[in-house]
T-cell receptor
Framework: DTEVTQTPKHLVMGMTNKKSLKCEQHMGHRAMYWYKQKAKKPPELMFVYSYEKLSINESVPSRFSPECPNSSLLNLHLHALQPEDSALYLC?????????????FGSGTQLSVL | SQQGEEDPQALSIQEGENATMNCSYKTSINNLQWYRQNSGRGLVHLILIRSNEREKHSGRLRVTLDTSKKSSSLLITASRAADTASYFCATDNAGNNRKLIWGLGTSLAVNP
């Protein structure tokens, strides 16, 4: 199984809502990532987890809260988002953390904040 | 921070033609990766080339790396409509190997 599964595929939420994005991989990868991508732009790193511990937080606003319940799951909790947070949110995993690792991406969650 | 810059930003070709995309970067690197992204989907890893390699092949893909010019090229031969996608290069930074640094991407359209 070389898949990273993200749910939901699409999400529309108001600025007062709380929602969560979910990501799952069963490749035994020890590093998991959240990226944000705006249309026609490269992905921007948000968070990195390594061995279920937060390794990198790219100064992401606190309205985004990551969680890694176990080695296969990664969540991104959303609260009080702004319209400018509308984007494609991508989860990825790799064998280990590091920029020499091949990343496996999920299909993403297209988020619209109204 | 932006490391890689792809050239051209957009490319439109006919099916069967070859497509060449270029990536330039600024710092010393240990490796460079190419990824493909179909519209609104996740990225797919295509190939990784290390700094001590000059050329690598994978099916219809050929990647070259010139560390003296800090540049790489991705050649797709005999293109197909299914190759229509955005292509991104990504590098590490030899001084800080923790994060990938992404290029701006080339949008490729292969017309049937």
């Amino acid at each position: 199984d070389t898949e990273v599964t993200q749910t939901p595929k699409h999400l529309v939420m108001g600025m007062t809502n709380k929602k969560s994005l979910k990501c799952e991989q069963h490749m035994g990868h020890r590093a998991m990532y959240w990226y944000k991508q705006k249309a026609k732009k490269p992905p921007e790193l948000m968070f990195v987890y390594s061995y279920e511990k937060l390794s990198i937080n790219e100064s992401v606003p606190s309205r985004f809260s990551p969680e890694c319940p176990n080695s296969s799951l990664l969540n991104l909790h959303l609260h009080a988002l702004q319209p400018e947070d509308s984007a494609l949110y991508l989860c990825a995993s790799s064998q280990d953390e590091g920029a020499n690792e091949k990343l496996f991406f999920g299909s993403g969650t297209q988020l619209s904040v109204l | 921070s932006q490391q890689g810059e792809e050239d051209p930003q957009a490319l439109s070709i006919q099916e069967g033609e070859n497509a060449t995309m270029n990536c330039s970067y600024k710092t010393s690197i240990n490796n460079l990766q190419w990824y493909r992204q179909n519209s609104g989907r996740g990225l797919v890893h295509l190939i990784l080339i290390r700094s001590n390699e000059r050329e690598k092949h994978s099916g219809r893909l050929r990647v070259t790396l010139d560390t003296s010019k800090k540049s790489s090229s991705l050649l797709i031969t005999a293109s197909r409509a299914a190759d229509t996608a955005s292509y991104f290069c990504a590098t590490d930074n030899a001084g800080n190997n923790r994060k990938l640094i992404w290029g701006l991407g080339t949008s490729l359209a292969v017309n049937p």
